[in-house]
């Protein structure tokens, strides 16, 4: 049997913001009951095609009026979408036959992106498709600030401090606040993978101390997987800068323990030749 497709770095994405707390999802339908909480998130493949849909989000009790809800992220124009959202939601309920309210929620940036004809599937888009569009939600201040957040894979980048700034406003003091940070972390680790961490940093207007102690840090994208290795060359590191440069400042260290592995190990080598703590400053600046 052929194996499901594997995760890409969107797939990733979604999963992680969900799976650790399904319940995030009620900030993006605020029309569910206010005690709606208590969902579970499975990532479940559809067998008839090895289809991975990006979450299920199912009711804390069987038999519960509140209705399983299929996520579907689409980013990017498919003229078969809608089709195959179709057929795919029938597969569904082949295989969760205990299922008898459902919904399906699709992420996108806009629903009138080239997604195919909707003529044909006309009652289900209807009656049973929830649209969770992005790009209207950057410029609506009154959006909900999970969905603000989420739309970020879509801001320009020159916007990106300006638009987070205004989101960490909203939520400032509330208990979304370091929800919104994780998030904003996540999202900003997924659209710019190759960027150095303080550049994310500054983007996101999160400090270098906070964002290397974040959730998403430690377990979006396989970081943890390369932890192990990771923490061993930087006890060493860190030893050996200590010795060829004195004392580190808190900010130093916080940039070295924000280093990817490649550049962790690019620095172990590189201060074989430091004289001094200037030529670790140097090293940093460009790295």
Not at 43 to 67: C, I, N, T, W, Y
Not at 72 to 79: I, K
Not at 122 to 150: C, G
């Amino acid at each position: 049997m052929a194996r499901p497709p594997p995760m890409t770095a969107s797939d990733k994405l979604f999963f992680w913001l969900f799976q650790s707390q399904p319940d995030r999802i009620l900030q993006l339908l605020p029309d569910l009951p206010a005690d709606a909480g208590g969902y579970r998130f499975v990532a479940p493949v559809f067998k008839a095609l090895e289809h991975r849909p990006d979450g299920m989000f199912l009711a804390a009790q069987q038999g519960s009026d509140l209705p399983a809800l299929v996520l579907e992220a689409q980013m990017q124009a498919d003229p078969e979408f809608l089709l195959r959202l179709y057929a795919e939601s029938g597969r569904f309920l082949l295989q969760e036959k205990t299922i008898r309210r459902w919904q399906v929620v699709v992420l996108c940036p806009l629903r009138c992106m080239a997604f195919g004809d909707p003529e044909p599937v006309a009652e289900f888009l209807e009656h049973r498709v929830r649209w969770l569009e992005l790009q209207p939600a950057l410029a609506d201040l009154n959006a909900p600030p999970l969905l603000r957040t989420l739309a970020l894979l879509l801001e320009k980048e020159e916007r990106l401090p300006l638009t987070t700034a205004q989101i960490r406003s909203t939520v400032a003091g509330t208990g979304l606040e370091s929800q919104i940070a994780d998030a904003t972390a996540a999202i900003l680790m997924a659209r710019f993978t190759s960027r150095p961490i303080p550049e994310i940093c500054a983007m996101g207007g999160i400090t270098l101390e906070d964002f290397t102690q974040s959730v998403a840090y430690r377990e979006i994208f396989g970081l943890g997987e390369e932890q192990g290795l990771k923490t061993g060359e930087l006890e060493i590191t860190l030893r050996l800068l200590q010795r060829r440069c004195g004392g580190l400042t808190p900010s130093q260290e916080a940039r070295i323990r924000a280093l990817p592995l490649p550049q962790l190990e690019a620095l172990a080598e590189a201060l074989l030749d430091f004289k001094g703590a200037d030529d670790l400053e140097a090293w940093l600046a460009t790295s």
